[in-house]
T-cell receptor, first 114, second 118 residues
Framework: NAGVMQNPRHLVRRRGQEARLRCSPM?????VYWYRQLPEEGLKFMVYLQKENIIDESGMPKERFSAEFPKEGPSILRIQQVVRGDSAAYFC????????????FGPGTRLTVT | AQSVTQPDIHITVSEGASLELRCNYS??????LFWYVQSPGQGLQLLLK??????LVQGIKGFEAEFKRSQSSFNLRKPSVHWSDAAEYFC????????????????FGKGTLLTVNP
């Protein structure tokens, strides 16, 4: 049973480019969460999605950031016009549809903006 | 809003010594509590969780944690530390969504970095 998969593991973008981060949840999991980890800080919640629905995006920056979890395929976190402050590790977690249950984390995507 | 405080940024212990990592939380209802471990460059692995019931919970790798409601604490312990335990440890609290369902977002502490001396 494969765990949560994220790709790419490392991503380098120049300022102003777009970054697309992908997350495939564990088999049977229909809930996806995105978190951001900045240097010397803990993880901060960004967004919670179910298939084709954004449930809670209270942690998402108001501009340039968007997320989706389509009926088919992985969840995508999209950052437009990246700036140096976007450099961070982005983690995806998934959980099954019923609970309460824990979240299982992927290995993360480390985004570097040059 | 919930919050988590991990007072110790960095702890160093000798291999074989006992370990206690502190975690205090703030939440208006009965919390869901978690400890995760993160090795350098890796994702987070769940060590243990508390949802309800027995306040002393056992986890993987010989770790345990005790929920103390009166102190709003959920400290992580291990009786004898191994060199492979060197990593960063995160305490987290989860909140259920008001509108129903049991899924929730996690609020993390800033982490405690554990160094193990031989």
């Amino acid at each position: 049973n494969a765990g949560v998969m994220q790709n790419p593991r490392h991503l380098v973008r120049r300022r102003g480019q777009e970054a697309r981060l992908r997350c495939s949840p564990m088999k049977g999991h229909s809930h996806v969460y995105w978190y951001r980890q900045l240097p010397e800080e803990g993880l901060k919640f960004m967004v919670y999605l179910q298939k084709e629905n954004i449930i809670d995006e209270s942690g998402m920056p108001k501009e340039r950031f968007s997320a989706e979890f389509p009926k088919e395929g992985p969840s995508i976190l999209r950052i437009q016009q990246v700036v140096r402050g976007d450099s961070a590790a982005y983690f995806c977690a998934s959980s099954p549809p019923r609970g309460p249950i824990e979240q299982y984390f992927g290995p993360g995507t480390r985004l570097t903006v040059t | 809003a919930q919050s988590v405080t991990q007072p110790d940024i960095h702890i160093t212990v000798s291999e074989g010594a006992s370990l206690e990592l502190r975690c205090n939380y703030s939440y208006g209802a009965t919390p869901y509590l978690f400890w995760y471990v993160q090795s350098p460059g890796q994702g987070l692995q769940l060590l243990l969780k508390y949802f309800s019931g027995d306040t002393l919970v056992q986890g993987i790798k010989g770790f345990e944690a005790e929920f103390k409601r009166s102190q709003s604490s959920f400290n992580l312990r291990k009786p004898s530390v191994h060199w492979s335990d060197a990593a960063e440890y995160f305490c987290a609290v989860g909140a259920a969504r008001v509108s129903g369902g049991s899924n929730y977002k996690l609020t993390f502490g800033k982490g405690t970095l554990l160094t193990v001396n031989p």
